[in-house]
């Protein structure tokens, strides 16, 4: 079975930055699209960002321009650059392909002051 390891997430001050990472036990070149979703308490889990093979990106309205999601299928990682963060964005943030498999255990992003 897939499993999708996460790591990053911290405590941040408003407009302050985090960059999260990805790595999985499969091959992500088989992953034609990759995402980070995010799931808030008593919010229904969101897709906010999702990359292609093919380099095909696209993002949730609520981060564009203030997140950067990028693959590297040599190192079988997925990043999430993350700017200008707003307490909204506080959540716990989970990778995973698209359609998503069996969900790893996420990393927190707090935002807070």
């Known amino acids: 079975q897939v499993q999708f390891v996460e790591s990053g997430g911290d405590l941040v001050q408003p407009g302050g930055s985090l960059r999260l990472s990805c790595t999985t036990s499969?091959?992500?070149?088989?992953?034609?699209?990759m995402g980070w979703y995010r799931q808030a308490p008593g919010i229904q889990r969101e897709l906010v960002a999702v990359i292609t093979t093919g380099g095909v990106i696209n993002y949730a309205d609520s981060v564009k321009g203030r997140f950067t999601i990028s693959r590297d299928n040599g190192k079988n990682t997925v990043s999430l650059q993350m700017n200008s963060l707003k307490p909204e964005d506080t959540a716990v943030y989970y990778c995973?392909?698209?359609?998503?498999?069996?969900w790893g255990q996420g990393t927190q992003v707090t935002v807070s002051t």
């Open positions: 499969g091959n992500i070149r088989n992953f034609i699209a």
């Open positions: 995973n392909k698209s359609p998503p498999l069996p």
